[in-house]
């Protein structure tokens, strides 16, 4: 394995006395997805915002390198977080723009980019020839991911009026238009009947394998998870109770008890 | 027939003018989901700015009356623009995330500060402006009135025209446009996107008070006459006219200004005028009772 992306160390998250992350530590390599699973309430969601600048954590650090260049996230504003140190969520229940086309969905998202090129909006009313390329790219780009994500013929309907499993597909390719190194996906099967889920595991595995970028993923639907991920952390309670890869965990006994509860006969 | 005819003219020039302030209302409560009371007094401020810049132009001797009123439009949108950026900038940015209540009241506040700066560097006297643009076009004579359509409602009337296709434009072809819409609809997701959701919610109001400095200039030389006092009266008109198109939609703005302005002219013009702002307001009570979201606004979406 590589020099860990993301390297999360000691984080903890207290919202008044409950603590909701524990001295929390982990890595996650690019070219590889990571899972964080638990049973509901173990604090999965709270590692995420955490790194994408919803909370400030407690204690902790969370860094993340690529290219050179180190990012302490724990200190950056949330729109940082997306552009500087390239790190991109999508949420348990879909946030999209709903009033905005699918292909305008995935071109806000490289909004940083355009807006550089276009001179702040000033050169684009220009027709600057700078801007009309990095245009073009961006929907180039953004036709790229809804071809892998199969969403081209939906490219000019309202981002609300798709169907569900569109719409959390369409999530995906609008975080990875924004280019990230990491990618975060809370419950991205949440929802999905068995034939999507499967062709959501083998879009995840194209972003892994074609892009190079690391995915951490937070999912309660094992198939996905023991399917493809390379490597498993385990949260109850706030704490990590084990991490390995997807056979390890399987059979590692505290897991199962957090999942399935003590054995009566062993109390 | 005649007069119904000038009382129509009179009321679109009168409901272009609303509808220029009314924008600046709309596309602030589209993106912030607050209502910028400020809004009207910035409009006034446009009308003093406008006053000044032409007092200023005539005393430096230039008569050439297009390029007047270019500079006087461009020096108006310019200080106005500051004015709104900085109003946002002291009173709502540090405000927001606070509960909803506390950037209205920063809002009214705002509001009596510049209305009343207005008042002590200009004093609280009527000011009054030789007309700039004079003449017009006949068109219609009959049973003794004749109906007049004069220059400078054209202008206004195109110039209104003209910015309402422009900022269309704007907010759906231009990255800027995108990212408002994108803040518009889920502000924090904007921001996970690569959005700076402050610069962009700073260029929605830099937007809105460049168009509320034409209005000024507009009722400046329609009118003739400025006063601190003004930005109260147009601004309640304009924010009507908003709710009455529907809050957060831009071509309901323009729809709504021209609606008020147009019960306004006929009201005046049939009934008694000291009861205009009855009949305005009575008809937006009608719309918003079988259509809460007013003509053209889209039912509120309840995020989760």
Redesign the interface.
């Given at each position: 394995m590589s020099a860990p992306l993301l390297t999360v160390e000691h984080l903890s998250m207290r919202f008044g006395g409950l603590v909701a992350v524990g001295d929390l530590s982990f890595t996650a390599p690019s070219r590889a997805i990571t899972a964080v699973i638990g049973p509901n309430g173990a604090g999965k969601t709270t590692v995420f915002n955490c790194l994408?600048g919803?909370y400030r954590p407690s204690v902790g650090r969370l860094t993340l390198a690529h290219a050179g260049q180190t990012h302490f996230l724990e200190r950056m504003?949330?729109?940082d977080i997306?552009?500087k140190a390239r790190v991109?969520?999508t949420f348990q229940?879909i946030?999209?723009?709903?009033?905005?086309t699918a292909l305008?969905n995935l071109?806000?998202?490289q909004?940083?980019t355009?807006?550089r090129a276009?001179l702040?909006?000033i050169g684009?009313?220009f027709g600057l020839a700078g801007y009309r390329q990095a245009e073009r790219q961006a929907v180039d780009r953004a036709r790229h991911w809804l071809d892998q994500a199969e969403l081209l013929e939906f490219a000019d309907v309202e981002a609300g009026a798709l169907p569900y499993g569109a719409q959390r597909k369409l999530e995906i390719a609008?975080?990875l238009?924004?280019q990230p190194v990491l990618l975060c996906l809370d419950e991205p099967a949440a929802g999905l009947n068995p034939r999507e889920s499967a062709d959501l595991n083998r879009l995840l595995l194209a972003i892994r394998d074609a892009e190079g970028i690391g995915i951490l993923l937070i999912e309660h639907d094992m198939s996905v998870v023991m399917g493809i991920s390379d490597h498993i952390v385990v949260l109850d309670y706030g704490q990590k109770i084990a991490e390995g890869p997807p056979a390890a965990i399987r059979a590692d006994a505290s897991v199962i008890r957090a999942y399935l509860g003590e054995p009566e006969d062993s109390a | 027939m005649a007069y119904f005819l000038q009382q129509l003219v009179n009321g679109v020039a009168l409901g272009a003018i609303y509808g220029l302030i009314a924008i600046g209302y709309t596309m602030v409560y589209g993106i912030i989901g607050m209502i910028n009371f400020a809004h009207g007094e910035i409009f006034m401020i446009g009308a003093f700015l406008s006053l000044i810049a032409l007092l200023l132009i005539a005393a430096l001797g230039i008569s050439n009356v297009p390029l007047a009123l270019a500079l006087t439009l461009l020096f108006a949108m310019a200080f106005a623009a500051l004015y709104g950026w900085t109003v946002e900038r002291l009173a709502y940015r540090p405000l927001r995330g606070s509960q909803r209540l506390a950037p209205l009241i920063s809002a009214i506040g705002m509001s009596i500060v510049l209305q009343n700066t207005v008042q002590l560097l200009q004093g609280a006297r009527v000011k009054p402006l030789q007309p700039v643009i004079t003449g017009g076009l006949v068109l219609m004579e009959g049973d003794g009135f004749v109906v007049r359509l004069s220059y400078l409602q054209i202008i206004i009337m195109l110039l209104t025209l003209a910015l309402m296709i422009g900022f269309t434009w704007?907010i759906h072809n231009?990255?800027?446009?995108?990212?408002q819409?994108?803040t518009e609809?889920?502000m924090?997701?904007?921001?996970?996107?690569?959005?700076?959701?402050d610069r962009t919610i700073s260029a929605t109001f830099v937007m809105g008070a460049a168009l509320a400095a034409v209005a000024g200039l507009m009722v400046t030389l329609y009118y003739g006459v400025v006063d601190f006092y003004i930005g109260f009266h147009a601004g309640v008109k304009a924010f009507t006219a908003a709710v009455l198109g529907g809050i957060g939609s831009l071509p309901g703005a323009m729809l709504g200004g021209l609606l008020i302005g147009l019960i306004e002219a006929f009201w005046s013009g049939y009934f008694t005028i000291e009861y205009k702002d009855v009949a305005a307001f009575a008809i937006l009570i009608l719309v918003l009772i079988f259509r809460p979201t007013g003509l053209l606004g889209?039912p509120e979406?309840e995020k989760?």
């Amino acid at each position: 394995m590589s020099a860990p992306l993301l390297t999360v160390e000691h984080l903890s998250m207290r919202f008044g006395g409950l603590v909701a992350v524990g001295d929390l530590s982990f890595t996650a390599p690019s070219r590889a997805i990571t899972a964080v699973i638990g049973p509901n309430g173990a604090g999965k969601t709270t590692v995420f915002n955490c790194l994408t600048g919803f909370y400030r954590p407690s204690v902790g650090r969370l860094t993340l390198a690529h290219a050179g260049q180190t990012h302490f996230l724990e200190r950056m504003e949330g729109f940082d977080i997306a552009r500087k140190a390239r790190v991109a969520r999508t949420f348990q229940n879909i946030r999209l723009f709903p009033n905005m086309t699918a292909l305008e969905n995935l071109i806000v998202a490289q909004h940083d980019t355009l807006m550089r090129a276009s001179l702040w909006s000033i050169g684009g009313l220009f027709g600057l020839a700078g801007y009309r390329q990095a245009e073009r790219q961006a929907v180039d780009r953004a036709r790229h991911w809804l071809d892998q994500a199969e969403l081209l013929e939906f490219a000019d309907v309202e981002a609300g009026a798709l169907p569900y499993g569109a719409q959390r597909k369409l999530e995906i390719a609008r975080a990875l238009c924004t280019q990230p190194v990491l990618l975060c996906l809370d419950e991205p099967a949440a929802g999905l009947n068995p034939r999507e889920s499967a062709d959501l595991n083998r879009l995840l595995l194209a972003i892994r394998d074609a892009e190079g970028i690391g995915i951490l993923l937070i999912e309660h639907d094992m198939s996905v998870v023991m399917g493809i991920s390379d490597h498993i952390v385990v949260l109850d309670y706030g704490q990590k109770i084990a991490e390995g890869p997807p056979a390890a965990i399987r059979a590692d006994a505290s897991v199962i008890r957090a999942y399935l509860g003590e054995p009566e006969d062993s109390a | 027939m005649a007069y119904f005819l000038q009382q129509l003219v009179n009321g679109v020039a009168l409901g272009a003018i609303y509808g220029l302030i009314a924008i600046g209302y709309t596309m602030v409560y589209g993106i912030i989901g607050m209502i910028n009371f400020a809004h009207g007094e910035i409009f006034m401020i446009g009308a003093f700015l406008s006053l000044i810049a032409l007092l200023l132009i005539a005393a430096l001797g230039i008569s050439n009356v297009p390029l007047a009123l270019a500079l006087t439009l461009l020096f108006a949108m310019a200080f106005a623009a500051l004015y709104g950026w900085t109003v946002e900038r002291l009173a709502y940015r540090p405000l927001r995330g606070s509960q909803r209540l506390a950037p209205l009241i920063s809002a009214i506040g705002m509001s009596i500060v510049l209305q009343n700066t207005v008042q002590l560097l200009q004093g609280a006297r009527v000011k009054p402006l030789q007309p700039v643009i004079t003449g017009g076009l006949v068109l219609m004579e009959g049973d003794g009135f004749v109906v007049r359509l004069s220059y400078l409602q054209i202008i206004i009337m195109l110039l209104t025209l003209a910015l309402m296709i422009g900022f269309t434009w704007l907010i759906h072809n231009t990255t800027l446009g995108r990212a408002q819409r994108a803040t518009e609809q889920d502000m924090t997701m904007a921001a996970l996107v690569g959005i700076d959701v402050d610069r962009t919610i700073s260029a929605t109001f830099v937007m809105g008070a460049a168009l509320a400095a034409v209005a000024g200039l507009m009722v400046t030389l329609y009118y003739g006459v400025v006063d601190f006092y003004i930005g109260f009266h147009a601004g309640v008109k304009a924010f009507t006219a908003a709710v009455l198109g529907g809050i957060g939609s831009l071509p309901g703005a323009m729809l709504g200004g021209l609606l008020i302005g147009l019960i306004e002219a006929f009201w005046s013009g049939y009934f008694t005028i000291e009861y205009k702002d009855v009949a305005a307001f009575a008809i937006l009570i009608l719309v918003l009772i079988f259509r809460p979201t007013g003509l053209l606004g889209r039912p509120e979406i309840e995020k989760v």
